[in-house]
DNA sequence: ATGTTAATTGAAAATGATTATCATTACCAA
DNA sequence: TTGGTAATGATAATCATTTTCAATTAACAT
């Protein structure tokens, strides 16, 4: 089981940075790190309450903001809004959504760093983050499609 | 002046999709499109509002979503949020934001679809929109940075 | 120029997502 | 086991964005 071990890897994460390991906390670790799909926070809490229906909405959002500043999670971006959330891969790994059923993959980004060495020289900027998104279908949204 | 070439451009593209010019209408537009940084929406009634202090909120949203449809402006996505906008520039050019005045310049992305080819093929996933964003100090703010 | 008409406006209220408050609960080190 | 304290959930507060609606005004025909 992968996913349980990502789960008790982040659990390890939350203890050393000073925090309790809570059931509350169990659940929401446990539901973002088996996802195939960015959650919004209302997904998460929905998902959450099927567990353990007396699960708080705040205790939703607090914990999200923990596991971001631990860098375990990411915000995915859209062009309508930018509410989601998914688990970050480790490295720089970036996002390839499916527009039409919300399933998530990442990817390697070889080779960016030419283009922001070219950019800082044509610009004067000096380039330190990045941001990349694909958006597209996956292989079984584009099976439905065809048919 | 340029600039008031691009809002007459955009006032004409505006009244081509059915919609009048109106006096707030032309102050939005001249703001966005001579602003040279990402602008909230209360920010870009801010501005608005020194021109006309009768302008509302509601107008401003109005306008930025008329604007959004025919293609003219783009959203600004930062990590702790997206609700910036920023007028589009022709053909698929990407932005440079500065983290710390928040100046932004747009650039080319060549070659971008080479990765995307790599991916579709790596993935199955069928690529069909993309979303790229540089993060980094303008020649002015790494100026006083370092002094 | 003038009147007509429908789009546009701004004020206020409504909504929806996120954050703050606070008394109660429960984790965990001693 | 127990005590200190972080964490919780219900509620209320906040903030950005939308909706509603009566008054205004641009565009067009006359």
Redesign the pocket.
Known sequence: MQNQTLASQWLLS??KS????????NI?VEELTCAQRAL???DLYALCRKK?P?????????????LESLGLIQRVHRSDG??MIMRKNDGHEHLLICTSCGKTVSFQGDHLELLFDRVALETGFSVEDHMLQLFGLCPECRANAQE
Request: charged share 20%; aromatic share 4%; proline share 3%.
């Open positions: 939350l203890q000073g925090c309790r390991i809570t059931s509350a906390r929401i919004e926070p209302a353990d007396h699960l708080g909405l705040v205790t939703v959002y607090r914990t999200l903001e923990q930018c509410h």
